[in-house]
């Protein structure tokens, strides 16, 4: 149990153009989903973290206008690069978790790799 | 800030070696640190947990330990096969729902 799923897997658009990345708890309901980015080679930096009918809480740095996210029930969040360049070119990871206790873990999915041209 | 690093960045052994990955953070006041394996262009898998009151986890050929008082984790692999080969990740769970990564250390195990 406890699968999280996101789409697509990899995706190439054009400079300018926005982007959207869905990731889905596909057998359980998620009270908080997260939002990971990662650079090659590089460890992943947490970006966001969203709770379901409310506003998502950004991390330092990370640019709230840029990177929409949207938690719109409690098996799916979805992440909009808005008007994207090629330095948002990048490996981007869902995660999410069952229950509010700090000590869980939280599920990750499989990941989706944006190429900007 | 809490910080986790990763020694070494990278690793490659002969099939059939014990192994021992390190990871270290700066902050001990931690809920539980977590191993995770990451293959390239991949997701992460889950590989142990370890709550703060624990000192180790062990799943098959996989042990995890903690220290948590000196802020130290080991990951020790037995008897490694060329499957072991991927990036591992350990991230400590600060609260807040965060999880801060490690740097990774990327093992290759050669037949």
């Known amino acids: 149990g406890a699968v999280v799923s996101q789409h697509p897997s990899r995706v190439i658009c054009k400079s300018g153009t926005s982007v959207k990345i869905e990731c889905r708890s596909l057998?359980?309901?998620?009270?908080?989903m997260f939002w990971y980015r990662q650079f090659p080679k590089k460890s992943l930096m947490l970006m966001a973290t969203?709770?379901?009918?409310?506003?998502?809480?950004?991390e330092q740095g990370v640019e709230k206008d840029k990177f929409l996210i949207n938690h719109a029930s409690l098996t799916l969040s979805t992440l909009t690069v808005t008007s994207a360049h090629p330095e948002d070119s990048s490996f981007y990871i869902c995660?999410?978790?069952?229950?509010?206790?700090?000590?869980?873990?939280?599920?990750f999915g499989p990941g989706t790799r944006l190429l900007v041209l | 800030k809490q910080e986790v690093t990763q020694i070494p960045a990278a690793l490659s052994v002969p099939e059939g070696e014990n192994l021992v990955l390190n990871c270290s953070f700066t902050?001990?006041?931690?809920?539980?640190l977590q191993w995770f394996r990451q293959d390239p262009g991949k997701g992460l898998t889950s590989l142990l947990l370890?709550?703060?009151?624990?000192r180790e986890q062990t799943s098959g050929r996989l042990n995890a330990s903690l220290d948590k008082s000196s802020g130290r984790s080991t990951l020790y692999i037995a008897a490694s096969q060329p499957g072991d080969s991927a990036t591992y990740l350990c991230?400590?769970?600060?609260?807040?729902?965060?999880?801060?990564f490690g740097t990774g250390t990327r093992l290759l195990v050669s037949p």
């Open positions: 995660s999410a978790k069952r229950t509010e206790i700090i000590q869980e873990t939280q599920y």
């Open positions: 057998d359980f309901q998620a009270t908080t």
């Open positions: 969203s709770n379901e009918g409310s506003k998502a809480t950004y």
């Open positions: 902050d001990s006041a931690i809920y539980n």
């Open positions: 370890i709550q703060s009151s624990q």
């Open positions: 991230a400590v769970n600060t609260g807040f729902q965060k999880l801060v």
